[in-house]
């Protein structure tokens, strides 16, 4: 790195999760390939510390899956951001997000792309460039791109960790799930016609799903950390984590007030946000959500802002909890996905 006058750093989500990975490896992968910046190094980075990489069980698979080592790869631990632009080195691309959290607010000016599918949250002016567009996945995102630049630029494992995270974003491509849009399904056709050897989306789905959802032998602690966003204001913190058992299941593990509040108090979390999806053979999805904190005005906040929101509605109802500091509910609107739940959290925070 110390060779280049020029370290563009490509960088998804604090989740850290499938599409956030081969989102950044791919785009790098390409900018590296089509850059005409000979001076410049564009180095993925994986937004967690390499320790955490384990938890995120259906990224590992499909890395491995494709001979892609985890020795190749370079986590938020193993670069100083803040250094490189402080020494004036750092361009930044943000994929699969576009807002940094208060931590990295520093970084901001850094910033030269971001590629996200997210409702646009926060401006950015030029010169820096910005693609957010509501697709199912952001790989669909990082597909067009690849797609419209110099022809034989993608390779078959590129191509076969976007196809998988499509697919797994998108679920399968179902229209009962409610996620995936035309372009995504445009952009799986067009990655199997440029490499038919690619395996059936059936088995790629299952295989990705099955590791996805298999959290043997984790512990809560790893549980909350395995999908884990953070949304911050002010002096407040909030997690939000994605868990993969049924919500009943999870709010009667033996010890669980215990692990919430320990998770909270070592991070400076003010409280979590629990929330659960599960599909059925359709592809349908059900979901469920728990709001915890020790603080009963902020509970009451959370729990009203979400109870209340339009943009969308969630149709919440309520369901029985073990404790008073726990609320719980199933999501009648059940095509509501996190990263619709984000912005009505963070408004309310």
């Known amino acids: 790195i110390r060779h280049h006058r020029e370290i563009h750093v490509v960088m998804g989500n604090e989740a850290c999760d499938l599409d956030s990975t081969v ?33 995120r069980t259906e990224t590992t698979f499909l890395l491995r899956d494709r001979g892609v080592p985890d020795a190749s790869l ?21 994929v699969d997000h576009h807002v940094l959290p208060g931590a990295d607010a520093a970084l901001e000016e850094a910033v030269v792309e971001v590629l996200d599918h997210r409702p646009l949250e926060q401006e950015r002016a030029p010169p820096c460039r910005v693609t957010v567009e509501p697709v199912g996945s952001c ?5 067009e791109r690849i797609a419209q630049g110099p022809p034989g630029l993608l390779d078959r494992t590129t191509a ?26 445009a952009c799986v056709a067009l990655l199997e016609e440029r490499f038919p050897e690619l395996p059936p989306r059936d088995s790629v789905f299952g295989a990705l799903q099955a590791a996805k959802f298999d959290v043997t032998g984790l512990t809560t602690e790893q549980m909350l950390r395995k999908d ?28 669980l007030l215990q692990d919430l509040e320990a998770f909270c108090q070592a991070r400076g979390y003010v409280g979590l946000v629990a929330m659960t999806v ?19 005005t902020l509970r009451g906040t959370l729990c009203r802002a979400l109870e209340e929101a339009t943009t969308p509605s969630l149709h919440l109802q309520p369901l029985p909890s073990p404790w008073p500091c726990v609320a719980a509910f199933a999501q009648g609107n059940a095509l509501a996905s996190r990263k619709k739940v984000l912005p009505i959290l963070r408004a309310a925070l």
């Open 23 to 55: 989102s950044a490896l791919a785009l790098a992968y390409f900018l590296a390939q089509s850059s005409p910046a000979a001076r410049a190094a564009f180095v993925p980075v994986l937004n967690i510390p390499r320790a955490d990489f384990a938890l």
């Open 74 to 94: 370079i986590f938020r631990d193993e670069i100083d951001l803040r250094g490189l632009h402080h020494a004036g080195l750092l361009s930044l691309t943000l």
């Open 139 to 143: 790989a669909t995102l990082v597909t």
């Open 160 to 185: 076969a960790l976007l196809h998988g995270t499509i697919l797994l974003d998108c679920i399968n491509l179902s229209p009962a799930a409610g996620k995936v849009t035309p372009r995504d399904v």
């Open 228 to 255: 884990l966003k953070v949304i911050s204001s002010d002096e407040l913190a909030l997690a939000i984590s994605g868990i993969y058992v049924d919500l009943e299941t999870f709010l009667l593990r033996p010890g």
């Open 278 to 296: 599960s599909f059925n053979e359709h592809h349908e999805p059900t979901r469920k959500l728990a709001v915890y904190s020790q603080c009963e």
